[in-house]
Structures are given as C-alpha cells and as structure tokens.
Nanobody
Framework: QVQLVESGGGLVQAGGSLRLSCAAS????????MGWFRQAPGKEREFVAA????????FYADSVRGRFTISRDNAKNTVYLQMNSLKPEDAAVYSC???????????????????WGQGTQVTVSS
C-alpha cells in the first residue's frame, strides 16, 4: 500500500523555522521525484519545491527560493522541507507528492504528480 505521511508542521512566529518530513512507503522511493505543495484557505494549491529522484536537482517557487530547502534521504525513504525565515503568507497546509520519473530537469516542477499525502498544517504568527 502506497503511503506518503507528512509531519513537522505547527505554529511558529514570523522569522522562525520548521522542518517538514514526508515518509514514503509502498514504492521504490528512489524511482520517484518528490514535490512539496501548499494550499492556503481560499487559494489554489501551489508548487513549493521539487527534487529529482537522485537529489541532484532541486527547484523552487520564486516565493520561497533562498528561504526553503528541499532534500531527500533515499535510504530512509524520506523527503524534507527546511523552511527558514517564515512569513505569515507561508501559512498553509503543506503536502508532499511523488512522480515516477528519472527526469532531472525543471519539468518536475510542472508534471502531474501521482500520489499525495494528507498534508501537515503550518501556521505562522506575525
């Protein structure tokens, strides 16, 4: 059974940091590009960051570049999102997703992802 389980969300003050984790099971993790997305109330889901199957390529939304870092540990079947200098506008439900691909280009920002986790809430107080 495929599962993506996010954790690490919570309440943080503006300027603070959080580290999100997404643990995958039921697939050969290293065959998949991984992405982080977020959705705030009343807004559409938006791309945040993506990482290629090997971890060699990473891509970010302009709004988070320089503040967020995506990484993965294929031995632990886990992808991470380190979020620094958080802003109130970063508040959202953050979800991870996977895509079966060995593509390492920026296409992984735009592809349709295959499977999604349930999400973890990030709240940023001003």
């Amino acid at each position: 059974q495929v599962q993506l389980v996010e954790s690490g969300g919570g309440l943080v003050q503006a300027g603070g940091s959080l580290r999100l984790s997404c643990a995958a099971s039921g697939r050969t993790f290293s065959n998949y590009a991984m992405g982080w997305f977020r959705q705030a109330p009343g807004k559409e889901r938006e791309f945040v960051a993506a990482i290629s199957w090997s971890g060699d390529s990473t891509f970010y939304a302009d709004s988070v570049r320089g503040r967020f870092t995506i990484s993965r540990d294929n031995a632990k079947n886990t992808v991470y999102l380190q979020m620094n200098s958080l802003k109130p506008e970063d508040a959202a439900v953050y979800s991870c997703a996977d895509r079966h691909t060995r593509d390492t280009s920026a296409n992984i920002k735009r592809v349709e992802y295959d499977y999604w986790g349930q999400g973890t809430q990030v709240t940023v107080s001003s």
